[in-house]
């Protein structure tokens, strides 16, 4: 079974400077998808940015990038110019490749509360 | 507008209670699910919906019953609940029961308390 890890249960980042949050995930797939979801005070998670496996370019939102490393299983979230905003919940999750029929349901880390200080 | 709509926000219910919450999604997925989130824990998948016929129940206790009467709304029963029973529920909609390109929609959850 596919696992995820985020080994920082706690962040924190000064307002406009960068943090890094990791996630790190197993998987015998050479084709899947990994996203990454915040999830404030308000409760709603909301997708933040998504890559797929074959793609080898990092995927960018605005000032959300990812570092994905397919060779290390490594899917880190870079959120640069930090804003109060941004303070929440985030969650690292992980997708099987399409036409699965079990076991395709995204599976999630345990989060990173991130704390932004102004 | 979140498209995925969770009543109600907030519930207290005493053990020997009968109550349901219920969710609702207007964007045309076609999958629905139940998500319970305790403090410290990952997110645990409760049930999955695809086309209204349930197709996934991780070994969740019959005290939680699901009903999809149609693909836009999904409902959690929930009868003679235990104190360890109260979390956040999320309900969440996709594409497809795999979850789709783009991952899921999610609600704003209702927060489940057991007295």
């Known amino acids: 079974a596919q696992t995820v890890t985020q080994s920082q249960p706690e962040m924190s980042v000064q307002e406009a400077e960068t943090v890094t949050l990791s996630c790190t995930y197993d998987?015998?797939?050479?084709?899947?998808?990994l996203f990454w979801y915040k999830q404030p005070p308000s409760r709603q998670m909301i997708l933040v940015i998504r890559q797929e496996a074959y793609k080898q370019q990092n995927a960018t939102e605005n000032r959300f990038s990812v570092n994905f490393q397919k060779a290390a299983k490594s899917f880190s979230l870079k959120i640069s110019d930090s804003q109060l905003g941004d303070a929440a919940m985030y969650f690292c999750a992980y997708r099987p490749p399409l036409g699965e029929t079990s076991g395709s349901r995204l599976t999630f880390g345990e989060g990173t509360q991130l704390t932004v200080n102004p | 507008e979140t498209g995925v709509t969770q009543t109600p926000r907030h519930l207290v219910m005493g053990m020997t209670n009968k109550k349901s919450l219920k969710c609702e999604q207007h964007?045309?997925?076609?999958?629905m699910y139940w998500y319970k989130q305790s403090a410290k824990k990952p997110l645990e998948l409760m049930f999955v919906y695809s086309l209204e016929e349930r197709v996934e129940n991780n070994s969740v206790p019959s005290r939680f019953s699901p009903e999809c009467p149609n693909s836009s709304h999904l409902f959690l029963h929930l009868h003679t609940l235990q104190p360890e029973d109260s979390a956040l529920y999320l309900c969440?909609?996709?594409?497809?029961?795999?979850?789709?390109?783009?991952?899921?929609?999610f609600g704003s959850g209702t927060r489940l308390t057991v007295v």
């Open positions: 998987t015998s797939e050479s084709d899947y998808y």
């Open positions: 969440a909609s996709s594409q497809d029961a795999g979850g789709g390109l783009y991952g899921y929609t």
């Open positions: 964007l045309g997925h076609n999958a």
